[in-house]
T-cell receptor
Framework: ETGVTQSPTHLIKTRGQQVTLRCSSQ?????VSWYQQALGQGPQFIFQ???????GRGNFPPRFSGLQFPNYSSELNVNALELDDSALYLC??????????????FGQGTRLTVV | RKEVEQDPGPFNVPEGATVAFNCTYS??????FFWYRQDCRKEPKLLMS???SGNEDGRFTAQLNRASQYISLLIRDSKLSDSATYLC????????????FGRGTSLIVHP
């Protein structure tokens, strides 16, 4: 176990709805990043948070947003859900500065299905 | 052209075989490289970092070729437990952190 926990593990939502996914980072890790992994694809970087601010963002529209809290836990919010948003959402935490190449530890993910 | 490309496979090999995967990247400014392993329906886990001089960890050897912009992973004496998807990850340097994953290469080791 990595110490990174995500909730919920599975979720079914209807197109147009909003969803919030949660991530609790490993103890001592101040940086959290979020990924979307579609079936048969590699994880796609959504964004990273360091000390409660977004630091680095992938090619995702603004309806994907996030938060990081003082205890370094994080949320991913997705508005106006689309069918293509169905995927495994992974959270990863790591220590150090944003530019450091420290190892990222992944949670087990939230599997989101949009119908 | 995708930023990071991998042959999805599957690579189907017998136990004891040696197998190699390549991963090509398009951004010459890329500075850091990693191999992750992902088991079916599980999260990715770091297998090894890839250093300029190449590095080895037991049966696993990683190489970087900057001139041709690819990294490789060699697995010797394959075990059944090596069956998984192997993801390469490329990272640009600087204050911003944007890792790019390949789609992964599937390895199946059979008896």
């Amino acid at each position: 176990e990595t110490g990174v926990t995500q909730s919920p593990t599975h979720l079914i939502k209807t197109r147009g709805q909003q969803v919030t996914l949660r991530c609790s980072s490993q103890s001592g890790h101040n940086t959290v990043s979020w990924y979307q992994q579609a079936l048969g694809q590699g994880p796609q970087f959504i964004f990273q948070y360091y000390r409660e601010e977004e630091n680095g963002r992938g090619n995702f529209p603004p309806r994907f947003s996030g938060l990081q809290f003082p205890n370094y836990s994080s949320e991913l919010n997705v508005n106006a859900l689309e069918l293509d948003d169905s995927a495994l959402y992974l959270c990863a935490s790591r220590s150090g500065q944003p530019g450091d190449n420290t190892e990222a530890f992944f949670g087990q993910g939230t599997r989101l299905t949009v119908v | 052209r995708k930023e990071v490309e991998q042959d999805p496979g599957p690579f189907n090999v017998p136990e004891g075989a040696t197998v190699a995967f390549n991963c090509t990247y398009s951004n010459s400014a890329s500075q850091s490289f990693f191999w992750y392993r992902q088991d079916c329906r599980k999260e990715p886990k770091l297998l090894m970092s890839v250093y300029s001089s190449g590095n080895e960890d037991g049966r696993f050897t990683a190489q970087l070729n900057r001139a041709s912009q690819y990294i490789s992973l060699l697995i010797r004496d394959s075990k059944l437990s090596d069956s998984a998807t192997y993801l390469c990850v490329v990272l640009q340097s600087g204050g911003s952190y944007i890792p790019t994953f390949g789609r992964g290469t599937s390895l199946i080791v059979h008896p």
